[in-house]
C-alpha cells in the first residue's frame, strides 16, 4: 500500500483531521504529521529562529510544535521512512477560497508537499452552519485520494478541494476567484489601557462569476482548483520586460 502522509491546520486533534484518517482505511498506510495546535492562517511560515519540537502521539504519527509547512518539511526529511505517494492537508473545517488561499495554511501545507514534487491535496470544508459535519467531505476526500494516487498530478500543481457541508454529489473544476472577504476591524482596549484591533472578515461578494470555486461550492458542488506553484504573470513578463532598460544602471 502506498504511504499518504495527512496534514493540516487546525491542529493534530481537530475532528477533521481524525475523519480524513478515517476515510482513508485500507487506501494506504497513514502517517500523520501536524501541529500541535491550530495554526490556521499561517500560510506558509516557516519556523527559523527557534527549535521545532516533535513529539510522537501514536503509531506513525507526531505532533510538530510549528507550522504546517513546518511539519511536512519534518515529515519529509526527519519522520517517514521514504517520501509519501500523496500528501493530504485536512479536512480543514473552513472553507479555502478565491484569494484567501494566500492566507490559508491548509493549503500551504499542500504547497509544501507540490514544492518536494509529491501530488498533494488541501481539503477544505465549506461549512455554512455552525458545527461540523465531515462526512461528506470524509467521503469525497477518500475518493479524491484514490484518482490521486492512481494518476497523480502534473509536476508544480497541487489541488484545492472545497467540499459543501451539504454536498450534492457534483464536483466542478473552478478557477480562483477573486478574494470573497473583506477584513472588517473590530476595535477596543484592553485592561491595562492598550488599544488594539481584532482581524474579523466579512462576506464582500455577492455577484460570483460562474466558473470560480465560489460558484462550485455556492450551487453546492464540490470545487477542485488546480493551483500553480509558479505565480510567474506570462502576459506581463512581456508587456514589462522594456522597463529593463530604463531601470538598468549603465
Ligand atoms: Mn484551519
Redesign the pocket.
Known sequence: MPNILVT???GIE?PGLRALVAALEGLGTVYVVAPHR????AAQSITIHEPIFFQSTGEREWAVQGTPADAVILALNRLLPEPPALVLSGI???ANLGENVYY???VAAAQEGAINGIPSCAL?LAARRKGADFTAAAEFSRRLAAVALEEGLPQGVLLSANIPQDWNGGVRFTRQSKKITRNVLREDVDPRGRPFVWLCEQKAIDEVEPDTDYAAVSAGCVSITPLELDRTHSTSLNHLSHWAARLARV
Not at 491550530?38 to 492562517?41: D, G, I, L, N, Q
Open positions: 493540516n491546520d487546525d481537530a491550530e495554526r490556521s492562517a480543514n473545517y473552513g490559508s495554511g491548509t477544505s
